[in-house]
């Protein structure tokens, strides 16, 4: 991504530690020693090409530009890929950064390799484009260009991630936007089809760009605990092959220690303290046939005692990457929980490399074996992309589906199943309603009730692994607008957005009509006798159905249109009243559903303060109006058995783009000098602002606080409680509720 890298000659950086630089013999050599087919001429051609169109251009380091397609080409020979992925790898910045052509690419390398590069390469010309939106829209186009071809990720994940090997060099504010959309798109997309080692590398570089202060804090933390702990794990590794060989199972046992920014996700995730994360100590047990994973299992779990709802089987149910492995935890050697993958050499393979460990030579050619990675258990490797393609097409907006896919790329999974078995795969949080569109959308347009393992369940229960899911459906095509807070997957979204988009138009039209007729009478006007086309080619709305759609989504004030038809007006139009009404229907813009209606009062709870991007809904309480709670406040229990009390309801686009909150935290932490200090500045760090505190239940040694924060959303609030928890005085954190 060469914008992300490139400088100009006149002003380069101080020069950094040489990377040497594959030189041409050394690369074909790389790509012959797996490929013995390699066109030898082709990879030659796109080596000399590249460094020619390139030329001078220098990168951010001061390293000549050239350099930085054949480090890539580089990455890519580790993963064994063929011929035209090294050439495209070669030449995928040439059509963007230097006078060369998508044809030209074609007649000196084939159609193969032209779509290839096309594919990675960005829309860098849409110069009339806001920056997000152009980036919306590059990702876009290669989520595109994905689903046709795989090799087109994989280039693109090598490319970004010897940019972020280097990203030193470039600015600060430059630096944290590519940090950023790293971890947010590219490593989410490098998991979706398997490829671990890489999307972890492009995490941990994200991450310490991104959180440097975090990053220090959990390093202290794992290497005071690895002083702790260490003699305790250190024979663990024998002792298993031990136990296992005394069973007559061959295995190859090794440790594995958790990345910094794999302990930072689970501890965003988790309501536990550092020290109670019970995977820290992993151990990974590689054995030679299927049948050896669950004899080995046996065995461990004879060995030491399982720690119980911690065991998955990912070989009978694989992940939709084709992520295939036993997971348990036991309790280990003095007392330490350690977590355990059991798997065979070939499934340890696809973990690590993903859709790239079934590239091989075969049939006298060299590429992708499909057959193979059929054999292992896999599927489609773009399968579970397929729904963001869907997304694209059905006309989403370039934010909304890119918040969608980052949405869907970052949840686990959950799998559950249709009446008559069929297996639906969802990410963890997903509803009746994420069900419903992954079966079909005629499915999902038409539910109005959901059956869960043959009971009636509301549509906001979260669906189980294992779950049999019966839809309800209903004669009428209607999906509630109020619905989308009731879907956790773009694909969902997606298709209920565009439901209501088809028909919410018209309503809106008349609300407009009729708000400029009620507005023109005050002023004693008639619609019938003014002609609005002087409004329309002011205020440039389109059509006269425009203005009135404008008006009736409240983005355009009726007094305006008034203001311009007649100008001695101008000023006289809106009372002290009218104005408090405004007022009021600003305050309520922050959510939108359970029909809510002018003067209805709304407020949030106390018990739980929902912020921007938690989950809701509504309580409809006498006298009191509708008390807006996030979905797991266990005030909720108190209206469990009436139904019609509670109103689905949902952020607007302001309250999610602007609108700050209070979240309360409540910490349990160390009765010692300065620890309340050193919470104040772990939230100050991030970008929390403490509104207020109270301590209750002190004792010698620890004491509870509440801490009022302001906060922007439901994710800075997470953030915020997984800094805190990374502080070694910090023993619990987390949001009230209630």
């Known amino acids: 991504m060469a914008s992300d890298s490139v400088s100009p000659p006149a002003a380069p950086q101080p020069a950094a530690k040489r990377i040497p630089v594959l030189r041409q013999f050394e690369l074909i050599e790389a790509v012959k020693a797996y490929d013995p087919t390699a066109d ?57 950064d230097t006078s060369a052509t998508r044809d030209d690419i074609a007649a000196m390398f084939g159609e193969e390799v032209a779509v290839l590069v096309e594919g990675v390469t960005k829309l860098s010309r849409l110069e ?5 939106t152009r980036q919306a829209e590059n990702l876009r186009k290669f989520i595109l260009a994905i689903s046709k071809d795989v090799r087109v990720l994989l280039v693109k994940l090598a490319d970004r991630l010897h940019n972020m090997r280097t990203l030193k060099y470039v600015k600060p504010e430059k630096r944290e936007r590519i940090s950023r959309e790293t971890l947010e798109v590219y490593a989410p997309l490098g998991r979706s089809i398997g490829i671990h080692s890489i999307a972890s590398e492009l995490e941990e570089l994200a991450f310490e760009h991104l959180n440097p202060t975090a990053r220090t804090a959990i390093e202290r933390r794992l290497e005071a605990l690895k002083l702790e702990h260490g003699r305790a794990t250190e024979g663990v590794a024998s002792e298993i092959e031990r136990a296992l060989s005394e069973a007559g199972i061959p ?26 994360l019970s995977d820290i100590y992993g151990f990974r047990v590689l054995v030679q046939f299927e049948d050896d994973c669950y004899r080995a299992l046996g065995v461990v779990h004879r060995a030491w005692p399982m720690v119980p709802e911690r065991f998955k089987d990912f070989i009978s149910t694989p992940k939709s990457n084709n992520y295939r492995s036993l997971h348990t935890t036991v309790v280990g050697p003095g007392g330490l929980r350690i977590e355990m993958q059991i798997r065979t050499e070939a499934m340890d393979r696809v973990a690590e490399d993903g859709v790239a460990a079934h590239w091989a030579y075969k049939n006298h050619s060299y590429g992708f074996d499909r057959e193979a990675m059929e054999k292992d258990g896999g599927r489609d490797p773009l399968q579970n992309l397929r729904h963001l393609v869907q997304v694209i097409e059905h006309g989403e907006g370039g934010e909304d589906w890119v918040e969608h896919a980052k949405l869907e790329m970052y949840l686990d999974q959950v799998f559950v199943f249709t009446p008559k078995g069929r297996l639906i795969t ?26 869960i393992n043959g009971e009636l369940k509301p549509m906001r229960t979260a669906l189980q692994n294992g779950d049999v899911v019966e839809i309800i459906r209903g004669k009428k095509r209607e999906a509630p607008a109020d619905w989308r807070s009731l879907t956790v ?90 104005r408090k009404k405004i007022a009021n229907d600003r305050a309520r813009m922050f959510v939108r559903g359970g029909g809510l209606t002018p003067g209805v009062s709304i407020h949030f ?52 783009q602007g609108a700050v909150g209070m979240a309360r935290l409540r910490a349990t932490i160390q009765n010692a000098p300065g620890v309340l200090g050193q919470v104040a500045t772990v939230i100050g760090e991030a970008g929390g602002n403490i509104l207020n505190l109270r301590m209750a239940h002190r004792q010698s040694d620890f004491f509870d606080v509440d801490l009022d924060v302001e906060v922007a959303d439901a994710k800075h609030a997470i953030s915020i409680i997984a800094a805190l928890r990374a502080n070694p005085n910090v023993d619990t954190v987390e949001r009230s509720r209630g």
């Open 251 to 276: 295995a190859r046992v090794y440790g594995r220690e958790k990345t910094p920014y794999s302990i930072w996700r689970k501890l965003q995730r988790k309501s536990v303290g550092f020290s109670s």
């Open 605 to 656: 709870g106390e018990c739980c303060t929902p912020v921007p991007g938690d989950r809701i809904v509504g309580i409809l309480e006498p006298e009191k109006g509708l008390t807006v709670h996030v979905i797991d406040c266990q005030k909720l229990a108190d209206f469990a058995d009436d139904d019609s009390v509670w109103q689905d309801l949902q952020w607007t686009p302001e309250a999610e």
């Open 40 to 96: 030898e001429a082709l990879l030659n051609r796109a080596y000399v090409y590249a460094m020619k169109m390139h030329g001078s251009q220098l990168r951010a380091s001061g390293d000549p530009y050239f350099a930085h397609p054949i480090q890539v080409a580089g990455i890519l020979t580790d993963y064994r890929l063929d011929t035209a992925t090294i050439v495209t790898a070669l030449l995928h910045d040439v059509v963007e």
């Open 128 to 132: 009339l484009q806001a920056e997000h």
């Open 426 to 451: 969802l990410p963890r949080g997903g509803m009746a309603l994420d069900f419903a569109y992954g079966v079909h959308t005629e499915v999902g347009d038409t539910a109005v009730g959901v059956k």
């Open 489 to 578: 997957t773009g694909r969902a979204r997606s298709a209920i957005r565009r439901h209501i988009r088809s028909s919410e138009r018209d309503e809106f039209q008349k609300l407009g009509r009729t708000t400029l007729e009620q507005a023109l009478g005050r002023a004693g006007k008639s619609l019938a006798d003014v002609s609005l086309a002087p409004v329309v080619e002011t205020l440039a709305t389109g059509t006269q159905e425009d203005l009135f759609d404008s008006i009736g989504r409240g983005r355009l004030a009726a007094n305006r249109v008034i203001e311009i038809l007649f100008p001695a007006l101008k000023g006289t139009l809106t009372s002290g009243q009218d």
